[in-house]
């Protein structure tokens, strides 16, 4: 019998290129298995109970709880340090620290909205070398390797007008830019998931990707774009200018810009800042 | 080697109940084949290529035009008739008539946005028996019989102010509705697929779907939910009253709003209208 209250749709396994640090498959697949197990033993109001709160300052919900213990024993097992958005920084006294957004799109991962990924990035010494987003509702993954290019590659595009960019969802410091942009885009989509939506500007499905001044984004949302968009063609900003950097303060927040273009990029920060 | 202009991403085959018409389980087997292809012989901007004006008055992308052409020889085949979005009415004689939309959310289509689907109603003199819409980039599909109880609940959300809802893009007739809504929702989205927009409201994944008075919605953009919704625990409405239909004419338009209880789509029709 179908429980009407669960979310009854399979999570498959990652589908993970060679190459792949052992530690970032085995924390990708430790989420896909967790966020699976999750959705088998809970309902949406359950997964999206407030539980905790998080390292990065705000509250952590059951689902995100759950796949972060998995990803958090599998470096554990694999003796890799963990900077990841609920527990912070979990120290195994390794060179090596994995970056990672364990459940981003939580809202859509627990209402049953089928958007929401893993995210990590390998760093040595902070210096980061690889990224992997995988969807988790469909498996599909996407891998890039710092300063190689991609086998996908961002759509090259230079212009607002008309483009067809992605916006996080309006929250009290981005109405003004929602409003700038709103007449300016093409075609505006809100996904809810900054992960999978600087995946689809990597591969060139939209132009571009922008929280348009709320400052929502932690490291853990922007890492894997940070080494995924430049292998790609594409950029990574923040509205403000402040840079990006791999710095394990999880209370730090940029307005993150990820576009096809260094060009487009400018361009919709200027937009966006009027 | 991969080429970055085409959508590389399998297109899996429709993941169908037992018990589906035979010519509607053939018209989305039809649109999955065709849209796999499509995706396999041409670019995106090959894809996304105005090729004819269709039945509806709006252009008809190559993808849509391909995608539609299987639809039309699938209900040929099986001797019913089809009233398609491009094509408009094709009469074969018979009392049976599949209401379709080949492929919603066209732009996600031809960009390589994995939120596409194929929909189709049941009809027989008129009266709707069934609906299924099947969402191209996973194959998972959502069926429907008219007047009976769905596996699937919808939310059950009877408020509007923190509720969780989807808008059509913002569009000239919709600004004001769209600003009176932006401040009242709790989770606002933008996906570009009304199909699988309901199709969200209908499993309860998202309490509401709405065109914020934009006038975008044809009756093939709808049909499906209008068997879904009401089998599901919801309702489908226009946000200027004008009764939903099956009615030939692929030039009317309505404002339509996709609430998971009657309550719930007063509410944002009223807020709507302001």
């Known amino acids: 019998m179908v429980d009407p209250a669960r979310i009854n749709w399979p999570v498959p396994e990652p589908e993970l290129p060679e190459g792949v640090h052992l530690a970032l498959v085995e924390a990708a697949q430790a989420a896909a298995t967790a966020y699976r197990a999750a959705r088998h033993s809970h309902g949406r109001a359950d997964l999206g109970a407030t539980v905790a709160d998080g390292a990065d300052g705000t509250p952590t919900m059951r689902v995100d709880a759950l796949v972060e213990d998995a990803i958090a024993e599998s470096a554990h097992r694999n003796g890799v340090n963990l900077l990841s958005e609920e527990a912070g920084f979990l120290d195994h006294g390794s060179a090596v620290t994995l970056v990672v957004d364990p459940l981003d799109g939580s809202s859509n991962a627990a209402s049953g909205v089928p958007l929401s990924c893993f995210s990590g990035v390998v ?152």
């Open 123 to 274: 760093t040595t010494d902070g210096v980061a070398s690889e990224a992997l987003t995988v969807w988790l509702d469909t498996g599909r993954a996407w891998w890039a390797e710092a300063g190689r290019p991609t086998p996908y590659r961002t759509s090259g595009r230079t212009t607002l007008d008309g483009a067809s960019v992605n916006l996080h969802r309006p929250k009290a410091g981005s109405m003004d830019g929602w409003h700038r942009l709103m007449g300016r885009i093409g075609r505006l989509r809100v996904l809810g998931t900054t992960c999978l939506e600087a995946a689809l500007v990597a591969e060139g499905s939209i132009d571009a990707f922008a929280d348009p001044g709320s400052d929502a984004h932690r490291l853990v949302d922007l890492a894997a774009a940070l080494v995924m968009l430049p292998s790609a063609g594409g950029v990574v900003l923040d509205v403000h200018g402040r840079p990006l950097t791999f710095d394990p303060d999880l209370t730090r927040r940029w307005s993150g810009v990820v576009a096809a273009t260094p060009q487009l990029g400018e361009d919709l920060v200027a937009a966006i800042l009027g």
